[in-house]
């Protein structure tokens, strides 16, 4: 009881309030208010007791805010006072002097709405976080340069007019600064000091009280000064937003908690989400708390309950008005730049003690606030703090100070980053100058670091971070932190160009707090590999690597700040080797000191066995050292200041330890030992060589190796990797050549060692060879990226997006590609599907190296193969070379030593000798290729050595001397270059003959380049022998292949002739068979001759062309059961996969409301079109028993599979659907196959149109009367008196006559099968075979079909007939003669009385109600209609009159009524130009103005005069012509007619051809004239037709003809143009709220919100989204979409069915971007968009749905009704 009270209290209330405060308010004076103000001593009590006094008065009176009259109010009552004051007269008179005086902004600070396009120059913006708006764009240079285009998330703002944001071009023209007013004087000057003073007054009460309000946080009582004068007992109860519960939580509880329905839940729950707060319930203290109590017991379960408070009506009151007033000051401020300067004052001034400013109070209240408090307040700060560059800089270093109080708040905050005032970090620090300003002065590196550092508290003993042990809390605690690491970003993102020693401390400082970090990822995560069984759980890898992905750019740019100033770098470089020796120093496991010697060479070092130990693959300080290192040489550092630099103390073996541990480990993961291990250990090593994080991880390895190495005898180095990759035992021992055949060792072992020592040899390549980052060779970056981009398209041609993603970004997301592309490869162009390809040059494949370093093993076999057939087809041998390095920088410049110490030559020396025992069995021959390779890179290099240097004897490289020395004794082995000799004949090494051909060539080279002196002969000879051998060889080896292929061919040629001699003889009598028929047919054809070929041919009435009887049999074959049947009246059913559907393609009238189907008549199809209903068929044909069997083992396997998965397929069997056995292509039905019908040619004299209407007449007064009677004695009612004499019968007219079903049972079936089917798809009705409506649906869906496919024809400008699918031939063909087979499986009289109510139409019947009027009928229906219905009449005449005639006699008045027909509604204004056709069709213009004016005399006025024969004449023969076409293709489907060559060519002389085929004159008009006496007074009945003078008189609902076809909307040139109109889009339901997922319909251009809950509609008695709706509405269940913010097509088809389809936008390299991710400029793709049109005037969007989803099952799970 006590609930009911209570909301009748409040609605009383609500009632009285209204007239008592009338009064109160229309006294109430502004000026008044504003004057008593200035008098005021105390001005802030004043002001607050007018707040206190009327805000509760205006505000929350009640459970439903009412925000227009309350904004109303609250203008008058509280903001303009304040503007009196402020102004000191009438505030509009005042703040448009304010807006007059001022000197507009040069910034354009539009702040950008969720989904509004921004865009980025890549060329001149300073980072990628400069963007301007549409505007600025469109006004600025940048639209010429290369940019990038995104959608925004909302909140940043327009940097147009920011110097410091851009290289160049920073102003648009509308922010292009006046050179005239160059003396910025202060905008306070422009203001009375009396204004200045009033302003400062009001601005800081006001603000005082904003702030005071929105960080209030008791429930029941006001701040001092705003107590309300009397207090009542309202409460609110308040729900406020937060990020852990979802939607359908919050529903629900709303539901329980306070009784509303689900609808208002919803609503509800879309204001707190989008609010942050909403009050749910209305009413005295106990009722609210009783809410708020159910709401917190059952969201407290799963987590923290949401957050619910009950508060005071005025508090609440009170706190909207304070974002009222934050708004006002945005208002306000707009007006002047003066009034924004005095509040930049008044909210950063400090309190008297030194207290926080009003801004820091808020931003320290920030996490505190709901979300709509903090947006008001963010964007306040936005339009006056941020917009003045002075106050921007105070605010700044306030921000810096708060920085770690905010960031802590931020991280124990649970609203998104966009809604905390930590978001604002990026309008700062992203500025250069603040940036440096805010380190050096406020020291904020190192402030960001240490914040961060102190949040990742997880530590194990060493230190080190510890992420295996993650509660969910700390998860989502460490996702939060990491913006930090975005911050640190900003500040980096530009480097300093001059360095002061303010900046150099502070910067080395921040460095100090960043190697603390470093330290504690080195070695964090370690591994130790699983022996014996599997490891249990899968150790926590992501985290850590989520923080050095997120570190990546952060440590890239932390060298290049180093490498920029040369103090820095040193210092830098000292502090790095510092922490690693710390680091260092604190590990001992496992490492005894042990001495390795080998080849004469003996070396200190650890033992340490990576298979059993520990080890780590983050070692963040040791690659940082690498990069610094590498910089030290860059930058030449290391040569200037060799005394400055620690290069002595360094220990070479120490620098090298861990990264080689690392990549030992790779080798060994990659060999399969840390199988054990599981995924975990597979996906870091994954992303260790991925690009996102190789650049810091596995590139800076590799370079720290190469340092070590370049500072190590080579014979150290090596035998340490060796011991690493514990390998050593198998190289050392002194005849490991022979001795190394272990038959002891398992397969396994033998494996595993085969492929580390080929990793250790790549390894050892690439410390040598890898020279291309600068620093290390002597080259430039954009060296390195041409050859990362030149191995990416050796693998195979790319695009533009593959590659990019293929290279490393930097930190402003460039990767620099398209600098250098256009050097290296050609652009080929996309067609109509797919994308544009960059093919590489000829000339850049030398380049190519086989054992790159950042080829996956699945890329380096691509890569190989497609080398090697390049090279095949150039007819060069299929060698892959290494290719010519570039030089190495003077610090790494000992690294070539290696290929030439005597570990090494051991090791080759090694290997190739067990290659010659091909059953060796323990080397494998990517051994051997990795071997030939370096032993390549070493002759290379004395090879570029010789050619580089003056005196030859100075080269000190000397590697052929050294493979041609045999080995020492005792062993006496064969020196390399022997045993290569000995392997080039070696039968099993086939595969890499060309490859030791090449070597022995340079061998070859280089020691005559050695051997040669001053006076040796020219070279030429050597080349020469050598090019020579390689001929005959290529000779020998092409003849070989080409006998192979011969004999190939030979042997299947004879294959096939056996085959086909068994055929023939199994089928023999089918071949008989055959040859009879053809003699048969050729005959026949004869006796027709003259008759049949003279003549045209013609394919209606009774000279129509007749098929003899070969041609009349059809043979086919089934496709379940492949038996041959031939098609017969009274054989067995065949029939074709068919699928209706409901369409409104041709539809001219999308407005038209649906029909209610029970009640709807389709007899006759208005000319608009404005739905249809579609057949169309994949052409594959099976029995009608087959059919049903395969439909029936459907429907079962559907039943079974929804019992046990609840999924869709992508057909949906209840409604009939299959998918064709053959093609899977979508199907609905079947319709049968019937043969041509036997027609009688009979000789008899036939009637004329006179004598034939008669006689029709005649009958349809006899079936009349016949139909009435029939009733009649159905119900008994016998008195009717009428008796049948009146209506004498024509002759031969048999009533009683039932016509014999010439059609065997199964065709019968198939009949009302297909018929059946028509109905219900068409009508939208359940299934229903006795309906008289079915045969209607299937004549109309013939109609329909045929003229779609005629336009179709038009649009594609493709003859009329020989260019359809045999498909749409074959489904023409059936549909014809189905409808005109259909009659006998209705009723007849149904039928009969269909024909009659379509005669009606051109001969007016007295009997017959409501005709339409001609202007209301689609002529060309009604002629297939009559066609196809006349069987039922003519089936119980036995006169001898022929259907042929009949049919002549229909077409011929149909074609009269549809020339009268587009004589009434087309005959536009007349040109002014009078052109004549010269004679030659003025036989035709006099009798069309005849005709015209003989119309005009019957209706009189409302036809204008026209005087033009031509004109008329050409007006007809357009707009007849489609009508003709549709009559060619149905009469010809329908007979079987052959067509005139003629017709299948496009080209001139159609009209004549149509209607001789027609058997209709050219001058359409005899006609009319020759038939005159008939047809005038015909003519005179169609005119006085009550409703088409009404037609006439509202012309804008004519049809016009010939009807255009239809198009998809018109799309703009550039995308962004859509996404701007997308962006200002609301959603039409939730008041003016952004739509999430606006999408626009491609066939009428509405914008829908889609995907949303606040579109939802019931269809059908299910919720769907407004695409599904509207799908309904404009298309009939079909719909084609595109979703602006996804740049991707939407098809959808009835409820369940849809798919996404690629975008007919494009950006220049040809690719679509759905998504939009990449934000490449996008461009309308015309012939991509005509594809889409077409596959719509095709009828095939759902057949493309269809073999979507049965190609990708990931679409069937979506619920496409909610889009």
Not at 1363 to 1384: E, K, N, V, Y
Not at 1723 to 1744: D, F, G, P, V
Request: proline share 5%; net charge negative; charged share 20%.
């Amino acid at each position: 009881m006590r609930t009911s009270e209570v909301n009748m209290a409040a609605a009383e209330t609500d009632r009285e309030l209204p007239s008592a405060l009338c009064s109160e308010f229309l006294n109430f004076s502004a000026k008044d208010t504003a004057a008593k103000w200035l008098q005021a001593t105390d001005l802030p009590n004043e002001v607050y007791q007018h707040l206190a006094r009327y805000v509760p008065k205006i505000y929350c009176l009640g459970p439903n805010l009412n925000p227009q009259s309350e904004d109303l109010l609250a203008q008058l009552l509280l903001q303009a006072p304040l503007e009196w004051y402020l102004c000191g007269e009438e505030p509009s008179v005042g703040l448009a002097k304010l807006e007059q005086s001022n000197q507009p902004s040069q910034l354009c600070g539009h702040v950008f709405k969720v989904g509004e396009p921004t865009y980025s120059c890549r060329e001149c913006a300073a980072d990628p976080t400069c963007v301007l708006c549409m505007q600025c764009f469109l006004g600025s240079v940048h639209k010429e340069h290369r940019y990038r285009m995104t959608t925004s998330g909302g909140g940043g703002f327009c940097d147009c007019g920011d110097t410091e944001a851009w290289k160049k071009g920073p102003y648009c023209q509308k922010h292009e600064p006046n050179i005239s007013d160059s003396s910025q004087e202060d905008p306070l000057a422009n203001l009375s000091a009396d204004m200045i003073a009033r302003t400062y007054n009001i601005f800081s009460i006001m603000l005082r009280y904003a702030v005071d309000m929105l960080t209030w946080d008791k429930e029941e009582e006001l701040p001092q000064g705003l107590e309300p004068p009397e207090r009542g007992d309202t409460y609110y109860c308040m729900l406020f937003n937060d990020e852990v519960h979802t939607y359908e939580q919050v529903i629900y509880t709303l539901q329980k908690a306070v009784n509303c329905t689900q609808k208002e839940a919803v609503s509800f729950a879309t204001t707190v989400d989008r609010d942050g707060r909403k009050s749910v319930r209305y009413g005295d203290f106990q009722f609210c708390e009783q809410a708020k109590s159910v709401i917190v017991r059952n969201t407290s379960r799963q987590s923290k309950p949401l957050r619910v408070q009950v508060m005071h009506s005025s508090v609440v009151a009170h706190q909207c008005f304070a974002l009222k007033a934050l708004t006002w000051f945005s208002h306000v401020i707009r007006y002047s730049d003066a009034l924004r300067r005095i509040l930049c004052q008044v909210g950063l001034q400090k309190g008297p003690e030194g207290e926080n400013s009003l801004v820091d109070t808020l931003m320290l209240c920030d996490s505190k606030m709901w979300k709509g408090a903090r947006n008001v307040y963010h964007q306040l700060v936005m339009s006056s703090l941020l917009m003045d560059l002075k106050y921007k800089k105070l605010f700044a270093i306030q921000f810096a100070k708060h920085y770690e109080r905010l960031q802590s708040d931020y991280v124990k905050d649970d609203h998104d980053r966009e809604f905390s005032i930590t978001d604002l970090s990026v309008q700062m620090f992203t500025v250069p100058s603040l940036a440096r300003m805010l380190i050096t002065e406020e020291n904020l590196l190192t402030t960001i670091i240490r914040t961060f550092v102190d949040h990742l508290r997880h530590r194990d003993l060493q230190g080190r971070f510890q992420f295996e042990r993650y509660t969910a809390q700390q998860a989502f605690k460490f996702r939060r932190v990491q913006s930090l690491l975005g911050d640190l970003k900003y500040v980096l993102i530009s480097r300093p160009t001059e360095w002061t020693d303010k900046l150099r401390e502070k910067f080395l400082e921040g460095l100090d707090a960043f190697l603390e970090l470093m330290k504690c990822m080195q070695g964090m995560d370690p591994v130790v590999r699983q022996v014996g069984q599997h490891i249990e759980m899968e150790p926590e890898w992501e985290a850590a690597f989520t923080l050095q992905m997120k570190l990546t750019h952060i440590i890239s740019m932390m060298q290049e700040w180093c490498g920029s100033d040369e103090r820095v770098l040193i210092e830098a470089y000292k502090k790095c080797l510092t922490a690693l020796t710390h680091c260092h120093s604190g590990f001992a496991d496992g490492e005894q000191p042990i001495t390795l010697s080998m080849c004469g060479h003996s070396v200190d070092t650890i033992r340490y066995c990576i298979s059993q130990e520990k080890v780590s693959i983050h070692l963040p300080v040791s690659r940082l050292l690498a990069g610094l290192h590498v910089l030290l040489s860059k930058s030449e550092v290391a040569y200037r200041f060799p005394e400055q630099l620690p290069l002595s103390e360094l220990s070479p073996p120490m620098l090298i330890e861990h990264p080689l541990r690392c990549l030992v480990l790779c080798a060994q993961v990659h060999a399969g030992m840390w199988r054990r291990n599981g995924f975990s250990l597979v996906n870091q090593i994954y992303y260790y060589h991925n690009v996102k994080c190789r650049v810091e991880m596995f590139d800076k390895d590799l370079m720290m190796l190469q340092v070590g190495a370049s500072m190590m005898d080579p014979n150290h180095f090596l035998m340490i990797l060796l011991s690493r990759f514990e390998l050593f035992h198998i190289f050392s021992s002194a005849d490991c050549r022979k001795r190394y055949n272990r038959e002891s060792a398992n397969k396994d072992v033998v494996q595993q060692n085969s492929t580390l020592i080929e990793e250790m040899l790549h390894l050892i390549m690439m410390v040598v060879g890898e020279r291309f980052v600068a620093g290390v060779g002597q080259v430039d970056s954009w060296d390195e990226l041409k050859r990362e981009i030149i191995h990416q398209l050796c693998i195979r041609p790319m695009a533009h997006s593959e590659l990019v993603k293929a290279l490393p970004e930097n930190e402003n997301k460039e990767t620099g590609m398209e600098k250098v592309i256009d050097s290296v490869a050609s652009f080929k162009k996309p067609g109509v599907t797919g994308r544009g390809l960059y093919e590489l040059r000829p000339e850049s494949a030398k380049q190519f190296n086989l054992y790159f370093h950042h080829y996956s093993r699945a890329d380096q076999s691509k890569a190989e193969e497609a080398q090697r057939k390049l090279k095949r087809q150039n007819g060069e041998d299929s060698a892959l070379p290494p290719p010519v390095l570039p030089p190495l920088c003077p610090l790494f410049a000992s690294l070539v030593n290696i290929l030439q110490c005597d570990v090494l030559l051991g090791m080759l020396g090694a290997v190739l000798q067990w290659a010659t025992e091909p059953s060796g069995g323990h080397w494998s021959e990517s051994m051997l290729q990795r071997v030939l390779h370096l032993i390549g890179m070493a002759l290379l290099e004395e090879q570029q050595q010789l050619e580089g240097a003056v005196d030859h004897s100075e080269v000190t490289f000397n590697f052929t001397l050294k493979i041609s020395r045999p080995g020492e004794a005792p062993s006496n082995t064969p020196s390399i270059l022997a045993v290569l000799e000995t392997l080039q004949n070696a039968p099993h090494l086939e595969v890499h003959k060309d490859m030791i051909r090449w070597t022995l060539q340079t061998v070859a080279s280089i020691k005559t380049t050695r051997e040669r002196t001053a006076a040796a002969p020219p070279p030429e000879r050597a080349g020469g022998c050598q090019e020579e051998t390689v001929r005959d060889k290529d000779k020998a080896e092409r003849k070989r292949k080409a006998e192979m292929a011969r004999l190939r061919r030979e042997k299947i040629m004879a294959q096939m002739s056996e085959m086909q001699r068994h055929f023939i003889n199994e089928n023999k009598e089918l071949f008989q068979q055959s040859l009879e028929e053809l003699d048969a047919s050729t005959s026949t054809a004869l006796e027709h001759s003259p008759s049949s070929w003279d003549s045209v041919l013609v394919c209606v009435g009774p000279r129509r062309w007749r098929a003899g009887g070969g041609e009349r049999r059809q043979v086919v074959t089934c496709i379940l059961c492949q038996e041959e049947q031939e098609i017969r009246a009274d054989g067995r059913a065949m029939v074709l996969a068919a699928f209706i559907q409901r369409s409104t393609v041709m539809s001219k009238n999308r407005k038209r409301p649906p029909h209610d189907p029970e009640s709807y008549d389709p007899l006759f199809m208005h000319p608009d079109l404005s739905f249809g209903t579609h057949t169309g068929s994949c052409g594959h044909i099976m029995h009608s028993h087959c059919w049903q069997r395969y439909f029936e083992a459907v429907q079962a396997k559907e039943q079974r599979r929804q019992q046990r998965l609840r999924v869709h397929t992508s057909y949906d069997v209840e409604n009939g659907e299959f998918l064709c056995p053959l093609c899977e292509c979508l199907s609905n039905t079947v319709i049968p196959l019937l043969p041509l019908t036997k027609t009688s040619c009979s000789n008899s004299e036939q009637p004329g149109v006179m004598q034939w209407l008669s006689t029709t007449s005649q009958q349809i007064r006899v079936l009349h009367s016949a139909h009435r009677r029939a009733k009649a004695t159905s119900a008994a009612e016998t008195g009717d008196g009428e008796s049948m004499e009146t209506h004498p019968l024509p002759e031969g007219f048999r009533l009683d006559h039932t016509p014999v079903n010439p059609y065997s049972s199964s065709i019968k079936e198939m009949l009302t099968t297909f018929g059946t089917a028509t109905y219900k798809v068409g009508l939208k009705v359940h299934p229903n075979e006795q309906d008289p409506r079915v045969p209607i649906m299937c004549w109309a869906s013939c109609a329909y079909t045929i003229q779609s496919v005629e336009r179709l024809l038009v649009d594609e400008d493709k003859p009329l007939f020989g260019s359809l699918p045999c498909r749409q031939d074959d489904c023409l063909s059936s549909l014809a003669r189905f409808g005109s087979a259909c009659w006998t499986v209705s009723s007849l009289a149904a039928v009969q009385s269909h024909f009659i109510r379509l005669m009606a139409v051109l001969l007016p019947d007295p009997q017959v109600e409501n005709s339409p009027c001609i202007l209301h009928v689609d002529m060309f229906h009604l002629l297939v209609s009559l066609v196809l219905s006349y069987p039922a009449v003519h089936c119980q005449d036995s006169s001898g009159l022929s259907i042929d005639v009949a049919q002549l006699h229909l077409l011929h008045l149909v074609t009269v009524a549809h020339l009268v027909q587009i004589l009434l509604t087309s005959v536009q204004v007349e040109l002014t130009m009078e052109q004549e056709s010269g004679g030659v069709e003025e036989e035709e213009e006099e009798s069309v103005c005849l005709l015209y004016n003989t119309l005009r005399s019957h209706l009189g006025s409302a036809l204008r005069e026209v005087s033009s024969g031509w004109h008329l004449w050409r007006t007809v023969r357009l707009g007849i012509l489609p009508f003709l076409r549709g009559a060619a293709l149905f009469f010809h489907h329908l007979h079987g007619v052959p067509t005139p060559p003629e017709l299948s060519a496009p080209g001139v002389g159609e009209w004549e051809m149509v209607c001789a085929y027609l058997s209709l004159p050219s001058n359409l008009l005899q006609l009319f004239y020759n038939h005159q006496e008939l047809l005038q007074p015909l003519l005179q009945g169609w005119c006085s037709h009550p409703s088409l003078r009404q037609c006439l008189r509202s012309p804008e609902t004519l049809i016009r003809f010939p009807r255009e076809s239809n198009k998809l909307i018109e799309l703009p040139e550039d995308y962004s143009a859509l996404i701007n109109q997308a962006s200002s889009f609301t959603c039409p339901k939730s008041g003016g709220d952004k739509s999430r997922a606006p999408t626009l319909c491609l066939v009428c251009g509405t914008m829908l919100c889609s995907q949303s809950y606040c579109c939802q509609t019931e269809l059908e008695g299910e919720d769907v989204g407004a695409c599904t709706a509207h799908t309904f509405a404009c298309g009939s269940g079909v719909g084609i979409f595109l979703r602006v913010r996804e740049s991707q097509v939407l098809f959808l088809a009835g409820k369940t069915k849809g798919c996404f389809y690629a975008p007919p936008y494009l950006d220049d390299y040809g690719e679509t971007d759905q998504g939009l991710r990449r934000g490449n400029p996008l461009h309308l793709c015309r012939e991509r968009y005509r594809k889409i049109q077409k596959l719509w005037r095709q009828h095939s969007i759902t057949e493309e749905i269809g073999h979507a989803q049965e190609a990708n099952q990931t679409l069937v799970g979506i619920d496409w009704q909610h889009l």
